[in-house]
């Protein structure tokens, strides 16, 4: 077998996307997995859809993830080099050129509004899919030239066979046809010059000796356009396999513009996921190890990935899945990594200039229990910025007398405290409760809402870890003169 050379080829049009991510960490581990090539190949011939920042981010996205490629626009093999589409406009010019010579393709002056006529004039007679006329397979000279005279410029079309049918054997599904009748001749350079997606791909696949194309099932029906390519040029096809599709928990394929459901590597990284989980999940959106086992690190996939595991059903986005995964990945942090992941949203709700020790011990109250990195903000906050504005309830109840002596020895017994431990805090509200005659919601409540400004929220004691004697201190004094 020749060397496994597989590609991601995303189109810069928008930031890395789940599916995209899947597509290019399969291609990655099967790459991986045969002591093959992984290469990322930039396809920016929609000039006008492509997105500044697009490509940048997509690269170290994927690097994130731990994706690296072994051929990209930073990292080009001079033999297959450029990686980016916009810059070879004029190889694919050269090759359409040739398949005119050779007859399968031919010059096309019918102008958008004409095509477009024809298209609506075939829907309105109930044709399903309308196809290209032929109107420009057999021009005269003179027609030519009266095209020519007018201004119009051709785009390049290839000519299909009339009724063939094209078979291939996908990775995934198994063998799949397509009749050449309901595609129609399809443009493979468009009158600005630029080759179309389905041209460029054959050129570059063929050129960097692409062994694999593992794409996303959208693709599926581009296949036999672009085995019809190969046939014409007598090139040898490369292996094709389309991954299934992903939906949501109603079944619907997921669409980018749902809100519901956070769909870029970027979104969840700045929610404090961790790469290790997002790879994971990743991982399973599709295919199956076979066993029970779902926990994967990325060694560990490249060992046992195989396409024969890949679904042949849509896979199904879970994001309480995600959650579950996420969280047992932070659990098992080290104290180092955690701390080092952790930080950016300790410190976002702590507020900067603290040791790096009070910042973990504040995290580690949270560790086993949040689902991502963000969670922490909001848990602290309301501990650490007490809304001040209280309403009238909660500011009668802390007036009150009984109130006001439950925060007065509790104030008292907490100046001497040794520390702020579970058991510490625990008997110093035994001793206010003695004191003062008051148990349940009475005894605790005016503590909490003296620290806090709420009547509810995290376990007392993580309260007084989080604010320190200090400042615990400094509220309840505050809390005695409302
Ligand atoms: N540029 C195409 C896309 O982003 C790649 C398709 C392919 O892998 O052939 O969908």
Redesign the pocket.
Known sequence: MSKVRV?????P?GYLHIG?AR?ALFNYLYAKRHKGDFIL?I?DTDIERNIEGAEQSQIEDLQWLGIFADESPNKPNKRYAPYRQSEKLDVYVKYAKQLVEAGYAYYCYCSEEELEQRKQADLAKGIASPQYNQKCLHLSEEEIEAYKKAGRVPTIRLQMPDNDEITFTDLVRGEVSFNTKDIGDWVLIKSNGIAT?NFA?VID?HFMDISH????E??LS?TPK?IQLYKNFNWQQPKFGHMTIIVNETGKKLSKRDQNILQFMSQYRELGYLPEAIFNFILLLGWSPGGEEEIFTMDEAIEIFTLERLSRSPSTFDPGKLMWMNSYYIKNLSDEDYLAFIKPFVTKALGEGFEDDYYLMVANIFKNDIKYGHEIVDLITPVIKPNQIRNKEHLNLLASEGAQNVIKAFKKLLAKAPDLENETIKVIFNKVKDETGEKGKTLYQPVRLALTSETSGLEMVSVFKILGKEVALERLEKALKV
């Open positions: 590609r991601y080829a995303p189109s049009t995209g597509s190949r396809e997606y791909v696949d194309v593992l794409r996303g959208e693709h581009n672009q």
